[in-house]
């Protein structure tokens, strides 16, 4: 009667255990596409992303690289100073979204040119996405506004 026991136990256990294995692998598996990595324009040049790879890049939108196309069409180059992606959007663009602030996109590589489906601009002047900052702080361009002297 005990060794019924134990090994009624030991299956249920075990039992448990590949329900807990089959369980991590399914939610792993259905969270694989809902994961989208940030990279810089930099990360972006030096190890391009797998073929039709989502991902977020982000940067400082180029001075003098914003240009309207037809309808909502829109074009530009984010660049954290060391490199620089052409972004292609076709969509209503953010209020606050200008040359020179810090934008961070959602998409795919299609050849150079990184074809944006959602756009996210800063929300206040002084506002930078986090990876953005760090991104800058890696290229050593960053300032922080708190830091900068008054004028």
């Given at each position: 009667?005990?060794?019924?026991?134990?090994?009624?136990?030991?299956?249920?256990?075990?039992?448990?255990?590949?329900?807990?294995?089959?369980?991590?692998g399914l939610v792993g598996?259905?969270?694989?596409?809902?994961?989208?990595?940030?990279?810089?324009?930099?990360?972006?040049?030096?190890?391009?992303?797998?073929?039709?790879?989502?991902?977020?890049?982000?940067?400082?939108?180029?001075?003098?690289?914003?240009?309207?196309?037809?309808?909502?069409?829109?074009?530009?180059?984010?660049?954290?100073?060391?490199?620089?992606?052409?972004?292609?959007?076709?969509?209503?663009?953010?209020?606050?979204?200008?040359?020179g602030q810090g934008v961070?996109?959602?998409?795919?590589?299609?050849?150079?040119?990184?074809?944006?489906?959602?756009?996210?601009?800063?929300?206040?002047?002084?506002?930078?996405?986090?990876?953005?900052?760090?991104?800058?702080?890696?290229?050593?361009?960053?300032?922080?506004?708190?830091?900068?002297?008054?004028?």
């Open positions: 009667m005990k060794g019924l026991k134990k090994q009624r136990r030991i299956q249920i256990v075990a039992l448990a255990a590949v329900a807990l294995i089959g369980a991590t598996y259905a969270m694989q596409d809902g994961i989208n990595f940030f990279r810089s324009p930099t990360q972006v040049m030096e190890e391009p992303p797998r073929e039709g790879e989502t991902f977020r890049i982000g940067g400082l939108v180029e001075e003098g690289s914003l240009k309207r196309g037809e309808g909502t069409e829109v074009a530009f180059a984010v660049t954290d100073t060391n490199a620089t992606v052409p972004v292609r959007y076709t969509g209503i663009l953010p209020d606050l979204f200008a040359e961070v996109a959602l998409g795919k590589m299609e050849g150079e040119t990184f074809v944006a489906t959602e756009v996210l601009a800063k929300h206040d002047e002084t506002y930078m996405p986090k990876e953005v900052v760090d991104a800058l702080k890696e290229q050593g361009v960053y300032v922080d506004p708190a830091e900068q002297p008054e004028s």
